[in-house]
């Protein structure tokens, strides 16, 4: 028997399913987070399969813990995970987060993780009830940043951050209905 999240969301756009993790998952998301690929979301090349399969746990615990947590986004019809996105909050961060990942290389620069984010952030500030979301970002992370502007998110100086011994940037998300 293959254990799922029970009573999550599933989110639908044209090209993905939005849905929670599944241990179906774990191959893909340990070839992201032992990748240098993953160096802005505590993964990287010095990062064992162990340690992205406790990283994994911990999304999937998100759920849990908050009634809420990180979808995978998948292509419709095949199933194929591409990336993780989606509402987080761990207990000291100062606001709640709407992150984002792109677990392969040839699967960025084609829009997937723009067009799951949309049917999240509108999740988010519809079923969820919230009324602003910031994304933390490295500020060496480029394509992210990218992301963040596209999805019209602005930068927030003064916004807290949840960790003072890393550099961070604060994108705040636009109020919904004001932006795609």
């Known amino acids: 028997m293959t254990a799922r999240l029970a009573d999550t969301p599933v989110l639908t756009t044209e090209r993905l399913t939005i849905r929670a993790p599944e241990a179906s998952d774990i191959d893909a998301f340990i070839a992201f987070a032992t990748h240098e690929r993953a160096r802005f979301i505590g993964g990287g090349a010095e990062t064992t399969p162990g340690q992205a399969w406790r990283i994994f746990a911990i999304l999937s615990g998100h759920w849990h ?15 194929r995970p591409i990336g993780s996105a989606g509402p987080w909050h761990p207990g000291n961060w100062p606001e709640q987060e709407l992150g984002w990942t792109v677990w392969g290389a040839g699967d960025e620069g084609r829009g997937y993780a723009h067009e ?10 519809g079923a969820l009830g ?51």
């Open 65 to 79: 813990l908050r009634g809420y947590g990180t979808f995978v986004y998948a292509e419709r019809g095949t199933g």
């Open 116 to 125: 799951a984010m949309l049917a999240i952030r509108d999740h988010a500030f």
């Open 130 to 180: 919230w009324t602003t979301a910031v994304s933390y970002i490295d500020p060496a992370n480029t394509r992210s940043i990218a992301l963040a502007e596209r999805l019209g998110c602005t930068l927030d100086p003064d916004a807290p951050v949840p960790y003072s011994d890393e550099p961070t940037l604060v994108y705040r998300h636009p109020a919904p209905g004001t932006a795609a």
